[in-house]
Nanobody
Framework: QVQLVTSGGGLVQAGGSLRLSCEAS????????VAWFRQAPGKARESVAA????????VYADFVKGRFTIAKDNAHTTVYLQMEGLKPEDTAVYYC???????????????????WGQGTQVTVSS
């Protein structure tokens, strides 16, 4: 089982940047595909980005292309979401999640992910 700890959220002005981290608290993410999702109050959960187990396949939601970057550290213990050019509409709780099976392709379908972190709040002021 993969245990994920999410951190890095905060309050930032529009146009600012934040880097979110998703760490495997009890070991490693070697072989696991990880994705970021977000949910704003009163809205449905949105897929943001995904990175496959090797770090070579990256998938982004259209609304974050060119602004957000997902990456995995060389030790395969942490997945990052670097967010640039933040907008007020990016305000949400951001969650990372891992697919249960190893060596799975990257996908933005939240149904494919079985291990979830606790979420971190991102607030972008105008």
């Amino acid at each position: 089982q993969v245990q994920l700890v999410t951190s890095g959220g905060g309050l930032v002005q529009a146009g600012g940047s934040l880097r979110l981290s998703c760490e495997a608290s009890a070991g490693t993410l070697i072989g696991y595909t990880v994705a970021w999702f977000r949910q704003a109050p009163g809205k449905a959960r949105e897929s943001v980005a995904a990175i496959n187990w090797s770090g070579e396949e990256l998938v982004y939601a259209d609304f974050v292309k060119g602004r957000f970057t997902i990456a995995k550290d060389n030790a395969h213990t942490t997945v990052y979401l670097q967010m640039e050019g933040l907008k007020p509409e990016d305000t949400a709780v951001y969650y990372c999640a891992s697919r249960c099976e190893r060596f799975a392709p990257a996908t933005l379908s939240h149904h494919e992910y079985g291990f979830w972190g606790q979420g971190t709040q991102v607030t972008v002021s105008s």
